[in-house]
């Protein structure tokens, strides 16, 4: 599998509104755009960072995964994605190599990307995406 770049860093916020300030006002990133993904329970914005991005993330409902994260853990790093050149291939590769998948298959990311997560168990306690642009 061929692993192209860190795609983006997933930040858990309580909301975008509050939890863009630091990101857009003291490092001056551009927040890109808001995005629900409703089969997640999510609203995504994203800040591009050079070759990166940082993506903020809110619940838009108190049992999805991103509420459990904030009442678990609180604000902060939440997941860590990288691209790869075909998810599919990647997805295959990692399970014969006995990682543990979240997602079987890739499921709707926003932007228009696939994506996937890895189990933590496997990753040293990391929640690992990968996605596909
Ligand atoms: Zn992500």
Wanted: aromatic letters at 4%.
């Amino acid at each position: 599998m061929k692993v192209l770049k860190i795609d983006h860093l997933g930040i858990a916020v309580n909301s975008i509104d509050e939890g863009k300030k630091f990101w857009t006002e003291a490092l001056g990133l551009e927040l890109e755009g808001i995005e629900t993904i409703e089969e997640q329970k999510v609203t995504t914005a994203f800040l591009p960072v050079g070759e990166s991005e940082i993506e903020l993330l809110e619940s838009t409902s108190p049992d999805g995964p991103i509420a459990g994260y904030l009442k678990k853990k609180g604000p902060g790093i939440q997941h860590i994605a990288f691209r790869v050149a075909d998810i599919e291939a990647a997805l295959k590769e990692l399970k014969e190599k006995g990682i543990l998948l979240v997602d079987e298959t890739p499921r709707k990311g926003a932007g228009g990307a696939r994506i996937a997560f890895l189990h933590p168990r496997s990753t040293g306690g990391v929640l690992v995406e990968l996605c596909q642009r």
